[in-house]
Structures are given as structure tokens and as C-alpha cells.
């Protein structure tokens, strides 16, 4: 392909220049080809690919059930393709497994062998951050601090426990994602 011209957009890469006297811009998700469109420039071919996948996203975006919460489809591409340390793969399949899908932070911590909540709670949510960041997601604002958002909303919803507690129930979402990839 001559003139080649390769850009990032979004979770995507677009490959753009001319083949066989044609322009056009090809779309990939990894390895995978989503689409692609031709024209009369390459800045004309980007924009076309780019309105493609707009509509693709917007497309997957409404088969959320909110804005912060993704596809099961969705959750399993982010996670098949972020990488995970040791501590947050165990603390996402601990939480999977737990019972009603709920953990308190606390419970989080031990099971990525973690002394601290505080710390299982910087580490989640940082993974947290990179699948939603992936998908695509809304952040959602923290229920605790005001201005301010917390990424752990994009793997579970969050209420007190009689203990008065913090517990996160990991949605169904991503438990059925992580089953999927035999994760749990």
C-alpha cells in the first residue's frame, strides 16, 4: 500500500493509502478486519472509516443496560485483550466465584493477597478503568465523594451490607464474560 498512513481511533486502528491505484482505509479490531470504505483522498477514506465505526459503537453502546455497564461480548473482548497482573486476575475470578457475586473490599484485598483495602481498592479499580476504558464505558460518579468518579462501577454496583460495609456485586455481565473464557 502506498502513501500508508496508520492511525489509532478508539479500541481500533485504521490503515489508510493507496492499493492498485485505489484509495481506501481498511478497519481492524487485533487481526480482525471490521471494514472498510474508499474515496477520493485519504483524509476522505479516515473520515468515512470513522463514521463507521461511530456507527458501530453507537450500535453496541445502546445494547447496554447503562451507560456504565457493558455487553457481555463487550467485557469478553476487553478482557481478552488488557493485560492483568496476577493480583487483579485473582481478584477478579475470587470475585466471580464469591457468593451472590458480592465482596467487600476487605475480601477483595485477601484474595488478591493484599494487607489493605485501601490498596485491593487502588488495584481494582485500576482494572476496572482499563476494561471500561476498552469498551467504551460511561464513568460513573462515586456514590461516597462528591466530584469524583469511581472505575469499579463499570465490573459492580455497590451497597452497604448490615455491617455497614461496602460490598460490590460484580454484574452479571462480566460473570457470565469471565465464564465464558473459563476464567471461573
Known amino acids: 500500500m502506498k502513501d500508508r498512513t496508520e492511525i489509532e481511533y478508539g479500541r481500533y486502528k485504521i490503515i489508510a493509502g493507496t492499493l492498485n491505484g485505489n484509495i481506501k482505509a481498511v478497519a481492524l479490531f487485533g487481526k480482525s478486519k471490521i ?47 488488557i493485560s492483568m497482573s496476577s493480583a487483579e486476575r485473582l481478584m477478579i475470578t475470587s470475585h466471580a466465584i464469591s457468593v451472590d457475586r458480592k465482596m467487600t473490599a476487605a475480601e477483595l484485598a485477601k484474595a488478591g493477597e493484599y494487607d489493605s483495602y485501601s490498596t485491593a481498592n487502588s488495584i481494582y479499580g485500576t482494572l476496572a478503568k482499563k476494561i471500561g476504558n476498552w469498551i467504551g464505558l460511561a464513568a460513573k460518579d462515586s456514590e461516597i465523594r462528591s466530584n469524583d468518579v469511581t472505575f469499579t462501577f463499570y465490573l459492580a454496583e455497590g451497597e452497604y451490607n448490615d455491617a455497614d460495609n461496602w460490598v460490590w456485586i460484580m454484574h452479571p455481565e462480566v460473570h457470565e464474560a469471565l465464564s465464558l473464557l473459563n476464567m471461573v
Request: net charge negative; proline share 2%; hydrophobic share 30%.
Open 35 to 81: 471494514d472498510e470504505a474508499q474515496g477520493q483522498s485519504i483524509d476522505s477514506v479516515i473520515v468515512k472509516i470513522k463514521e463507521i465505526l461511530d456507527r458501530i459503537e453507537r450500535e453496541r453502546a445502546s445494547q447496554r443496560r447503562a451507560p456504565h455497564i457493558g455487553t457481555v461480548e463487550e467485557y469478553k473482548e476487553a478482557i481478552e485483550h
